[in-house]
C-alpha cells in the first residue's frame, strides 16, 4: 500500500501557502495525500473581488478544491467551525476530530503549523497545532473517544508529526513581531526546484487571498522555493538531527 499523509489546516490557502511543496514532493512519490481543513476562511480580511455580500466560505471552499487539484491531494475535506475563533472552541471536541480523522484515513505522517501561529501568528492556527498534536499521541489509545470503536474505527497509531517552520513573520498592523516573535525551529529542509512553481499555481487558485502577495510579495516569492519542518514527534526514539526524509523510517502497513 502507498504511504499517506494528512495535513491539519486552519483555513483554505494554508493547504497551498504553508504545505504545499510538502504535498506535491508526497505526491510526486506516490503517497496518497490528505487535507483536514477547520475553517472556510468566512472571516478572512482579504476578500479579492468577493462582494461585500458573498457568501466568502462558499467562494473560498471552492478556490481549495481547485487549488488541491493543482497539488494532486487525494481528498481533502472543509469543516464548518467558525473562522478566527477556534480559540474559544472546545478543545476537547477539536482533538476527537482530528483523531476520528486519523483514525479513518490512517495516516503515517501527519503535518501541520507550529505553536507559533505560522507566517502570520494566527491563533487558529496555533489552536490547531495543538489539537493536532494532542490527536496524534492519543489516536492509538482505544480508551480515547472510545465512541469511535461502536462505529467501525480502530485505533490508529500515525508514526511521525511534522510543524511547519515559518519562513518569516508578517503580522498586519504588528510590525514590531517581526523581530520579537518567537518561531519553530527546523530539522528537515524540502528543496522544491521547479515544484515552486506549481506550488505559486495552488496558491494563485485562491483568488480572494492574492491581497497577500501584494502585501509580503518577495518575502512569499522566496518562501515557495523551500520548505522547513520540525520534526516534532516520532514513533520510538529518534534524534531529529538523523531525519532526512519525510517518509523516512515510516513502516509500512502490516496489513
Excluded at 35 to 59: E, K, S, Y
Excluded at 94 to 109: C, F, G, I, M, N
Aim: with cysteine; glycine share 10%.
Amino acid at each position: 500500500m502507498p504511504h499517506r499523509l494528512l495535513c491539519v489546516t486552519a483555513h483554505p490557502d494554508d493547504e497551498s501557502g504553508a504545505f504545499g511543496g510538502a504535498l506535491l514532493l508526497a505526491h510526486q512519490a506516490g503517497a496518497e495525500t490528505s487535507v483536514l481543513c477547520f475553517t472556510d476562511g468566512q472571516a478572512g480580511h482579504f476578500r479579492g473581488d468577493a462582494a461585500p455580500g458573498d457568501d466568502l466560505g462558499r467562494v473560498r471552499r471552492a478556490e481549495m478544491d481547485a487549488a488541491c487539484k493543482v497539488l494532486g491531494v487525494t481528498r481533502w475535506e472543509v469543516l464548518t467551525f467558525p473562522d478566527g475563533e477556534l480559540v474559544q472552541q472546545s478543545f476537547q471536541e477539536l482533538a476527537e476530530v482530528v483523531v476520528e480523522y486519523l483514525r479513518s484515513w490512517r495516516p503515517q505522517v501527519v503535518l501541520t503549523f507550529g505553536g507559533d501561529g505560522g507566517v502570520n501568528l494566527h491563533r487558529d492556527h496555533t489552536m490547531i497545532s495543538a489539537v493536532t498534536t494532542a490527536a496524534f499521541h492519543w489516536a492509538d489509545r482505544a480508551e480515547m473517544f472510545p465512541s469511535h470503536l461502536d462505529t467501525g474505527l480502530r485505533p490508529w497509531g500515525p508514526q511521525k508529526l511534522y510543524f511547519a517552520s515559518t519562513p518569516f513573520v508578517s503580522v498586519r498592523d504588528r510590525p514590531e513581531l517581526t523581530e520579537s516573535a518567537a518561531t519553530v525551529p527546523w530539522s528537515l529542509t524540502l528543496e522544491l526546484g521547479a515544484l515552486s512553481e506549481r506550488k505559486l499555481e495552488a496558491f494563485g487558485k485562491h483568488h480572494t487571498q492574492q491581497g497577500v502577495l501584494r502585501r509580503v510579495g518577495e518575502q512569499v516569492m522566496q518562501a515557495m522555493r523551500v520548505e522547513r519542518y520540525l520534526l516534532a514527534a516520532k514513533r520510538g526514539q529518534t534524534s531529529v538531527t538523523d531525519d532526512n526524509e519525510m517518509f523516512a523510517g515510516v513502516v509500512d502497513d502490516e496489513e
